[in-house]
């Protein structure tokens, strides 16, 4: 299936990496990792660091999937609301679910600080502004509850909004000034190199794992050009195409539209140029690359990539029109647009660790608007799990809470 359509920004932004080493013969290492993108490369790097053997491999050129589309938001805030998730799976767990992914935006800079590997990682504040009266409601019942659990967040009003940046909005907003932007695609390349070169890490891309079979000794996997590979232990890290290798469907597949502005004087930009996004559902969202903005939303369910790609000049028009409202001084003009498919969950979580009654194949699954940081979890808990060392992390992003 083709994940995304139009023209990514990032696989123009950067060199578009010229890796060329499919699978011809049969296999045994440890550890197989499934997917070669940002979830696979953060998988890579934690196995190679603490010296477990592992080996990647991906159908398709490295970090060509999803994370050639990624708008790449680094938040601690999930697509479900702190005071909506509490009632979904309890407090203590809520809020530990929250405070992860607060320190994993800490714990993906000091990934890419220890390897050297500027991929573009910028700290800066998020706002998640009211669009209307029941966000009103809900930005006032997730206040209350972050300050509680102390948390990072400020409550502004719709005045304050407006003349400090620019935003014209219907209500106030929270600000949070923990949150992070990166560029997905050159952390990948860049990621999975570094440990090509370091750790001599292997790399197999254009190769398409066709079955997955645990063993009593580990797993066996077997290629579409008929190539069996042996191993103690397979993680799967291929996004919403890791569901042929799951029992039972346990995501959503979602459709989402990106653009990307011609490049304006920097000073036309709103204060600091930070991240946004709205309480609506579905939400639209803006940030930056260098001087150029980056809007992304209107999300639809998934049907086809055909109707999906239908909708890209339409979801233009509307993306722009929404912006130009919220944004009323900044120059816009939409200089590439793109569509891609991703994969969404009831409770906003991803899914991370072995199937029930399995103990072989591992997920590493970020489905949700926090991709980036539930990978940089998934990588930390299947590590641990590894070597036998305790996450109090496992069971709140387990299979386990869904059947």
């Not at 070169?197 to 797993?219: A, D, R």
Request: hydrophobic share 35%; proline share 3%; net charge positive.
């Amino acid at each position: 299936m083709d994940l995304h359509s139009g023209l990514p920004y990032w696989i123009i932004k950067n060199p578009l990496f010229d890796y060329f080493n499919p699978l011809k013969k049969d296999l045994e290492t440890d550890i197989v990792i499934i997917g070669a993108g940002i979830t696979g490369a953060l998988m890579a790097h934690e196995l190679c660091r603490t010296g477990l053997k592992c080996c990647v491999v991906d159908k398709r050129s490295i970090a060509t999937g999803s994370s050639a589309a990624s708008t790449a938001l680094l938040q601690y805030e999930i697509d479900v609301p702190l005071c909506r998730m509490v009632k979904q799976i309890g407090e203590k767990k809520a809020v530990t679910a929250y405070r992860s992914c607060l320190q994993s935006i800490s714990d993906i800079e000091a990934v890419l600080k220890e390897t050297g590997i500027d991929a573009d990682f910028e700290w800066l504040p998020s706002i998640f502004y009211a669009s209307n009266e029941k966000g009103v409601k809900l930005i006032e019942r997730e206040y209350k509850i972050r300050k509680q659990h102390r948390l990072p967040t400020k409550l502004l009003n719709k005045e304050e909004l407006y003349r400090k940046y620019k935003l014209k909005t219907y209500a106030g907003a929270l600000l949070n000034d923990q949150s992070a932007q990166i560029d997905a695609y050159k952390a990948a390349t860049q990621l999975l190199w570094y440990h090509m070169q370091k750790n001599h890490l292997q790399i197999f891309t254009h190769t398409e794992v066709t079955s997955c079979k645990e063993t009593s000794e580990g797993c066996r996997l077997k290629t579409k050009e008929g190539s069996i590979i042996q191993c103690k232990y397979v993680i799967i890290a291929a996004g919403f195409e890791a569901g042929e290798f799951l029992p039972k469907k346990v995501m959503k597949l979602t459709s989402t539209y990106a653009l990307i502005s011609h490049p304006i004087d920097r000073k036309d930009l709103w204060t600091k140029h930070c991240l946004i996004w709205e309480t609506e559902e579905p939400y639209i969202y803006v940030r930056t690359s260098g001087n150029r903005i980056i809007i992304g939303g209107e999300d639809e369910e998934f049907n086809a990539p055909e109707a999906r790609d239908e909708l890209l000049r339409k979801k233009t028009e509307i993306l722009e029109k929404k912006f130009h409202k919220l944004l009323p001084s900044v120059p816009f003009k939409t200089e590439m647009a793109w569509c891609g498919t991703f994969s969404t969950t009831k409770d906003g979580l991803p899914f991370i660790g072995t199937w029930p009654g399995t103990k072989h194949i591992f997920f590493d699954l970020g489905y949700g608007g926090n991709g980036i940081t539930f990978s940089m979890i998934g990588a930390q808990i299947i590590r641990n799990t590894l070597q036998g060392i305790k996450d109090e992390r496992k069971d709140i992003f387990g299979f386990e809470r869904i059947l």
